[in-house]
């Protein structure tokens, strides 16, 4: 079985900074796309940011040059480093990977269990 785990969120202020981060384990073959998304009470789950296994990273535009993302593909890891941070950002934020299994023929998307950020004075 595959595991994604995240760790790393909590309650800053505004303007402070956090840094995510997400493990994927387990009977993997091929990890294509790693990424971060989130949830915020009553809204829908958005695109925060995601990269390629070639390093290619697309942003959604609120996380354009606060947010970064990066990812070590030796150790399934991937990392969001969130500076500047304000109270819109508040969410559960979830890792997501786009991986192959041992023995399987195809990609499918893996979730992580979720991360709380809260963002207030």
């Known amino acids: 079985q595959v595991q994604l785990a995240e760790s790393g969120g909590g309650l800053v202020q505004p303007g402070g900074s956090l840094r995510l981060s997400c493990a994927a384990s387990?009977?993997?073959?091929?990890?294509?796309?790693m990424g971060w998304y989130r949830q915020a009470p009553g809204k829908q789950r958005e695109l925060v940011a995601t990269?390629?296994?070639?390093?290619?990273?697309t942003y959604v535009d609120s996380a354009k040059g606060r947010f970064t993302i990066s990812r070590d593909n030796a150790k399934n890891t991937v990392l969001l480093q969130m500076n500047s941070l304000k109270r819109e950002d508040t969410a559960v934020y979830y890792c997501n990977a786009i991986l192959k299994e041992v023995g399987s023929r195809y990609y499918s998307p893996y979730w992580g269990q979720g991360t709380q950020v809260t963002v207030s004075s």
């Open positions: 990269i390629a296994t070639g390093g290619l990273t």
């Open positions: 387990g009977s993997i073959f091929s990890i294509n796309v």
